[in-house]
């Protein structure tokens, strides 16, 4: 199993792959020369995990969401279970890592929590065939809280307003490959509370699927994440209000709700 994180240390952005610390547990990072996307080698630099801001561990050209690809989520929305994988689209600007602020809106009267796993593809990816291994073009797996503006989600019908406001993309801590993705525990808490619970093998489309199926639709750039769906216990978040999404093997994405600063919407 690997854990990549991407971060920032002495005003310099980098990626790392995590190691045990020599000197105690705290683990440190060994820095990679250029990117996970590239074939280069680390540069042999060590910097302690605790002396860096972690930042989102990739930079996606897009966030491709899918919907009610949970039995019981689709129950609580009051929607047909669907077909074929029901997906739209998160824009690069909604964006943000582990610890960073979610803001609230000021067009929203109600903002959800949805927690979710990403998968973070690791190579271009278009018309996969039958013959190809959708592991090859994977890079690894990660936290998405999938924030919605509720209100606005029933208003408007569809997702673009409701789901792409700035920050309502938090992903991280890490990206981690090296596990089997199809039977993880999944948990979000608001402050402290678990909300929702449930596990990956209860998914309706499975990783294969969701790769495969998007492959046809889209092309897929390296860095780019397939959020993968919520499962039941959707709820508001208010200002001030903490919210953790933990993935078994993957570990904690934890952001604070904040007001929409002044002068902004």
Known sequence: MTRLYRFEHQSRISYGIEQPGENGPDPVLSILAGSPFEPLPATGDLVPLSKVRLLSPCVPTKIVAVGLNYRDHAVERNKPVPAEPMIFLKPQTAVIGHGE?????????????????????????????????????????????DVTARDLQERDVQYGRAKGFNTFAPIGPAIVSGIDSGALAIETKLNGKVKQSSNTRNLIFNVDYLVRFVSWVMTLEPGDVISTGTPSGIGPMSPGDHVEVTIEKIGTLGNTVMKVREGRT
Do not use: H, W
């Open 101 to 145: 602020d979610i803001i609230y809106p000021k067009m929203s009267k109600r903002v959800d929590y949805e927690g979710e796993m990403g998968v973070v593809i690791g190579r271009r990816t278009y018309q996969l065939a039958d013959s190809d291994r959708t592991d090859d073009y994977i890079l690894g797996f990660t936290c998405v809280n």
